[in-house]
């Protein structure tokens, strides 16, 4: 079973940034990518963006494209999503989700096996 613990969340006004981390616990070797998602107050959760670990390919929704950047540290066993430009459309639970396989619907939660608990994030106007 993977761990993952989401930290980085917090309230910041429009304009501002954030970093979400997600540090992966025991089992890493079960994890073959990492998504990252973003769940609104009466929404279906979303898919931001996916890092294949080890990998140079990162994917991102339009949603995220040009203002979010999705990193990680192998050594670390922690991957980010640096978030710049935020909007008050951008207030969400936010959680990092790891995947088994190789998901071709990166974007679907449900292609992901573990989720961390989640982490809030707030932007006021």
């Known amino acids: 079973h993977v761990q993952l613990v989401e930290s980085g969340g917090g309230s910041v006004q429009a304009g501002g940034s954030l970093t979400l981390s997600c540090a992966a616990g025991?089992?890493?070797?079960?994890?073959?990518?990492m998504g990252w998602f973003r769940q609104r107050p009466g929404k279906d959760r979303e898919g931001l963006a996916v890092l294949w670990i080890g990998g140079a390919t990162t994917t991102y929704a339009d949603s995220a494209k040009g203002r979010f950047t999705a990193s990680q540290d192998l050594d670390k066993n922690t991957v980010y999503l640096q978030m710049n430009g935020l909007t008050p459309e951008d207030s969400a639970m936010y959680y990092c989700a790891a995947s088994r396989f190789y998901p071709v619907r990166w974007y679907s939660p449900a292609e992901y096996d573990y989720w961390g608990q989640g982490t809030q994030v707030t932007v006021s106007s």
């Open positions: 025991r089992h890493t070797y079960e994890r073959n990518c």
